[in-house]
């Protein structure tokens, strides 16, 4: 629990108290996705509740989603696939969902593309990737299940009719599975194939993520005609320790510039990224380095580090993610699933519905090298409404003021801060080097009286701050250097008293230096039940799903605050009311 009590110039204490529910009745099994609830899966939705339902994240008007699949811009449409339960909001019956949109935020629903009908994939059609093959034909990769005891294989889909310019129908070929495990590989561990890459001595890879005694495998397959696929003697990459790896991503990044590569870009001044979604914790980490074209090997720079010690694409709610290569404005854009956490699946089937997709980012790589840069799509800026701006207002320590003009429940924030001297930065614990950020996030928290921070924003907050999510920055001194801390803090996002929910302190560290520009950005994405932010111009990434009961709607507020002795200036803020986009 956080206490955030508003004053005039003095904030109350805050205290934490750290519980971990586990709720093990009626769960048949676990899957890294999900939890399966056998007798609730086709248990359909009385009504839709819209009091938590996001304005402008991508969601369909009722039932379950989770992984984003396949995306894809083809003839002048963006194609977004994703796993979808037709008949209920908890997980199950999943099929492959098919919207299309021509600027990735207003969307046309369109009948399943993929669903189980076969013996190739009867018990599940699970998720994948789509691959523009060089006569302009798009194929899907998919994972089938083809038994009750979730023997997967890899199966194919093809358009059914290219003219479409939709392309709503999709064929899986008689010839299916394309990819059957072989003795050495756990066939319930063998699942969701990458966008397939051409190399220079014309065949196609493609990645499968795996496990093998607790190590994470990208398994490498080869074909020549994408139809007769054979394993690679050796791994694209593996790592010791870090479970069963989901839903691979593989792709170059440019380093020279922000524009996006095609996965089978074969030029000069590039590096590679691996992304695994990671089945032991929930959470999508990646490592940036080198792909040695005549081995088949993939090697991670000395800095980039596998598994949960690692890089993460966001350090809150978000997996499963899937990138593309978008032709039309030579980027590479991100999907990401964002799963509910306000309980058990009773709630999900009171409200409807299950699971959004955060915004769609752009993807490059920072100049330093070390790591990406995510940043939302720029037509995002097209919903932006009703606009306020203030420029170089100070907070001293305790102070805070509302952000008023805007709807603050459906918002986009943008805010620049500054500080005249690093000097208050409090000493980092040596004791918090072996924690997560998370962990130091919930010691340290928003309200916990600081030098140099805690500073930052009071989002989806009550008009008396009864709940508030806070999202900030903290500054510390850690030997030579300085340690930055961005947190989204869901402790005291809800006055509902649910020991299922999930109200975690998200937190990851930002990679700035400080000594020469004293400055931090903040970009927060507000919508009724999703804060997602990017902190640095998108160099740490957090996205929080909450649920208040008194901030919805014309009832939500938002406040800019100062915890830290530090005095800080607002150089900037920007703030917009968000739009509705066409979702039918």
């Not at 508003?6 to 934490?16: A, D, F, M, P, R």
Request: charged share 20%.
């Amino acid at each position: 629990m956080e206490l955030f009590m508003k004053s005039s110039s003095l904030w109350g204490l805050e205290i934490y108290l750290f519980c971990f529910f586990i709720v093990l009745s009626n769960i048949i099994k676990v899957f890294a996705s999900h939890n399966i609830f056998l007798d609730l899966q086709s248990s359909s939705a009385i009504s839709v509740k819209n009091v938590h339902r996001t304005g402008f994240h991508f969601q369909p008007p009722k039932n379950w989603i989770n992984d984003p699949n396949a995306p894809m811009y083809y003839n002048g449409v963006y194609h977004l696939f994703y796993q979808y339960n037709p008949k209920g909001s908890v997980w199950g019956n999943i099929v492959w969902a098919h919207s299309v949109s021509k600027d990735l935020i207003n969307w046309i629903h369109l009948e399943p593309a993929i669903y189980p009908s076969k013996k190739f994939d009867k018990y599940g059609a699970w998720s994948g990737s789509a691959t523009i093959l060089p006569n302009n034909k798009p194929v899907i990769l998919y994972t089938g299940v083809v038994d009750s005891h979730d023997s997967q294989v890899q199966n194919y889909a093809i358009p059914a009719n290219l003219s479409d310019p939709f392309l709503r129908k999709w064929i899986k070929p008689n010839n299916n599975p394309l990819i059957v495990p072989d003795n050495s590989i756990n066939k319930t561990e063998f699942r969701d194939p990458t966008t397939a890459w051409m190399g220079q001595d014309g065949l196609w890879r493609i990645v499968i993520g795996s496990m093998r005694k607790h190590r994470g495998m990208a398994l490498l397959y080869r074909s020549r005609d994408f139809i007769k696929w054979a394993k690679a003697q050796h791994p694209l990459h593996s790592s010791p320790h870090t479970g069963n790896w989901e839903c691979p991503d593989f792709f170059p990044v440019s380093l020279k510039n922000t524009n996006g590569l095609d996965a089978s870009y074969r030029g000069k001044n590039v590096k590679h990224v691996l992304k695994n979604s990671l089945d032991v914790n929930r959470f999508d980490y990646y490592t940036i380095g080198m792909y040695d074209t005549k081995k088949d090997r993939y090697i991670p720079d000395n800095n980039s580090i596998d598994g949960s010690k690692g890089l993460r694409l966001d350090y809150g709610n978000f997996y499963a993610s899937k990138s593309f290569y978008d032709p039309m404005k030579n980027r590479r854009i991100v999907w990401g699933w964002t799963n509910e956490s306000d309980g058990l699946p009773d709630d999900e089937i009171k409200k409807g519905w299950a699971g959004i997709q955060a915004i769609p980012r752009k993807v490059w790589l920072d100049p330093s090298g070390k790591q990406l840069i995510q940043w939302p799509i720029e037509e995002l800026e097209t919903l932006r409404k009703q606009k306020i701006q203030l420029n170089n207002k100070k907070l001293s320590k305790g102070e805070m003021f509302e952000v008023e003009g805007i709807s603050a429940s459906q918002a986009d924030i943008e805010v620049s801060f500054s500080f005249s001297s690093l000097n208050k930065a409090e000493q980092f614990d040596p004791k918090w080097a072996d924690l997560y950020a998370q962990d130091v996030c919930a010691i340290k928290g928003s309200t916990i009286q600081g030098g140099l921070g805690p500073f930052g924003l009071a989002t989806l907050a009550s008009k008396n701050l009864e709940e508030y999510t806070p999202v900030f920055f903290r500054v510390f001194k850690a030997q030579k250097n300085y340690k930055v801390l961005m947190c989204s803090n869901a402790r005291r996002s809800t006055m509902r008293q649910n020991e299922a929910m999930y109200k975690p302190s998200f937190a990851g560290y930002v990679d700035v230096d400080l000594v020469d520009m004293k400055k931090l950005s903040l970009r927060s994405l507000i919508d009724n039940s999703v804060v997602e932010s990017f902190g640095a111009g998108g160099k740490t990434c957090i996205t929080s799903r909450v649920y208040p009961m008194l901030a919805i709607h014309n009832n939500a507020h938002l406040f800019v605050f100062n915890n830290g002795s530090e005095t800080i200036t607002i150089e900037t803020l920007n703030a917009w009311s968000m739009d509705v986009p066409k979702m039918h």
